[in-house]
């Protein structure tokens, strides 16, 4: 008996409701528009290409920061600037005004740079500028005063010393912090189930439906009614969130991590939390149907708003003035998990 009624209410999940559009085809739009937002940010911001200038000798004469910039344009994996010639400083003026290059830097009697804009190239140009001053007057004053240290000096100063040292907790490549509104938005999703839930529990209440009337009236146990109709509401959850995780994976090229067997049981988990928070809000009191869907959805939004969907900070903002909060919204919860 209950291989029937769970098929047959399988059959009845998948038509094309209300529900299924909240639980399937919502989440793989605001997906897409995460994308189209987010995903130029990084590459705009954080990602390094080699930086445009131009190198404008105003004396004429030889110097030795000119070498210097050879050897920072030099191709290969650490070349770090891009010479773009200019022949005088109108014309590397007129290069920059067009966006051509990121600065200009002028050889006189010190090096000095021209920005149009504050940016990371520019900082990075200013840090290089800043960098050979220091070495170079280190080196002149140690030339004044003791002039038998300067090879012990030229090479400490031309040796790298890094403090740091770069340790891999996983075996995957780092994932962006744009990641985590993905994984809100899969959070959310995990609670949309609700919506399905509460279809479970007004359907077995005779009092607030037709259906429910004559379900009620049936010779079948309730409990097994229960649990067909909860059991075909979380395959149904379960398979949506499958659809939208590999939409994101495999479509936009989202990066989850190498765990993605994780992320599905994590996502099968979350749709029985889901389904089961819609069950519960439509087994209470006598209210009608959109009353209770007005709560469900209110609760799940505030939930999803506090675990980070609309603001990724808002989730440490909670942690730092009522932690206890993150312990029980079952959004924050979900995307812990999938960022784990």
């Given at each position: 008996m209950f291989i029937h009624l769970f098929k047959y209410k399988l059959k009845m999940a998948i038509r094309p409701t209300q529900e299924l559009f909240?639980?399937?085809?919502?989440?793989?739009?605001?997906?897409?528009?995460?994308?189209?937002?987010?995903?130029?940010?990084?590459?705009a911001n954080e990602n390094f290409e080699i930086i445009p200038v131009s190198v404008v000798n105003e004396s004429g004469a030889p110097s030795e920061f000119t070498s210097v910039?050879?050897?920072?344009?030099?191709?290969?994996?650490?070349?770090?600037?891009?010479?773009?010639?200019?022949?005088?400083?109108?014309?590397?003026?007129?290069?920059?005004?067009?966006?051509?290059?990121?600065?200009?830097?002028?050889?006189?009697?010190?090096?000095?740079?021209?920005?149009?804009?504050?940016?990371?190239?520019?900082?990075?140009?200013?840090?290089?500028?800043?960098?050979y001053q220091q070495i170079s007057s280190t080196i002149k004053n140690a030339a004044t005063t003791n002039p038998e240290a300067i090879q012990s000096i030229v090479s400490t100063l031309s040796s790298s010393i890094s403090t740091n040292k770069e340790?891999?907790?996983?075996?995957?490549?780092?994932?962006?912090?744009?990641?985590?509104?993905?994984?809100?938005?899969?959070?959310?999703?995990?609670?949309?189930?609700?919506?399905?839930?509460?279809?479970?529990a007004l359907s077995i209440q005779a009092n607030l439906s037709s259906l429910a009337m004559r379900r009620s009236i049936s010779p079948t146990h309730k409990l097994k009614l229960i649990l067909a109709d909860y059991t075909s509401a979380v395959c149904?959850?379960?398979?949506?969130?499958?659809?939208?995780?590999?939409?994101?994976?495999?479509?936009?090229?989202?990066?989850?991590?190498?765990?993605?067997?994780?992320?599905?049981?994590?996502?099968?988990?979350g749709s029985i939390i889901g389904?089961?928070?819609?069950?519960?809000?439509?087994?209470?009191?006598?209210?009608?149907?959109?009353?209770?869907?007005?709560?469900?959805?209110?609760?799940t939004m505030l939930c999803c708003f506090l675990g980070g969907l609309m603001d990724c900070t808002m989730r440490y903002k909670i942690e730092d003035v009522f932690p206890l909060f993150n312990r029980i919204n079952p959004s924050a919860l979900i995307s812990d998990a999938l960022y784990s």
């Amino acid at each position: 008996m209950f291989i029937h009624l769970f098929k047959y209410k399988l059959k009845m999940a998948i038509r094309p409701t209300q529900e299924l559009f909240w639980t399937l085809c919502f989440p793989i739009l605001l997906g897409t528009m995460f994308f189209i937002a987010f995903g130029n940010i990084l590459a705009a911001n954080e990602n390094f290409e080699i930086i445009p200038v131009s190198v404008v000798n105003e004396s004429g004469a030889p110097s030795e920061f000119t070498s210097v910039l050879d050897e920072l344009a030099a191709s290969g994996e650490n070349q770090l600037l891009e010479l773009v010639p200019a022949s005088d400083l109108s014309e590397a003026k007129d290069l920059l005004k067009n966006a051509k290059i990121s600065g200009i830097i002028t050889i006189g009697e010190t090096p000095a740079l021209i920005v149009k804009e504050n940016g990371i190239n520019q900082s990075i140009l200013k840090a290089v500028l800043d960098q050979y001053q220091q070495i170079s007057s280190t080196i002149k004053n140690a030339a004044t005063t003791n002039p038998e240290a300067i090879q012990s000096i030229v090479s400490t100063l031309s040796s790298s010393i890094s403090t740091n040292k770069e340790i891999l907790l996983t075996d995957e490549t780092n994932t962006d912090c744009m990641t985590w509104y993905y994984f809100a938005l899969i959070s959310m999703t995990c609670l949309y189930g609700g919506l399905l839930g509460l279809k479970c529990a007004l359907s077995i209440q005779a009092n607030l439906s037709s259906l429910a009337m004559r379900r009620s009236i049936s010779p079948t146990h309730k409990l097994k009614l229960i649990l067909a109709d909860y059991t075909s509401a979380v395959c149904i959850q379960f398979a949506s969130l499958v659809i939208l995780i590999c939409y994101l994976v495999f479509v936009l090229g989202i990066n989850f991590g190498n765990k993605l067997g994780l992320t599905f049981v994590t996502a099968f988990v979350g749709s029985i939390i889901g389904v089961a928070n819609g069950v519960f809000i439509g087994s209470l009191g006598k209210k009608s149907e959109n009353f209770k869907s007005a709560v469900l959805l209110g609760i799940t939004m505030l939930c999803c708003f506090l675990g980070g969907l609309m603001d990724c900070t808002m989730r440490y903002k909670i942690e730092d003035v009522f932690p206890l909060f993150n312990r029980i919204n079952p959004s924050a919860l979900i995307s812990d998990a999938l960022y784990s």
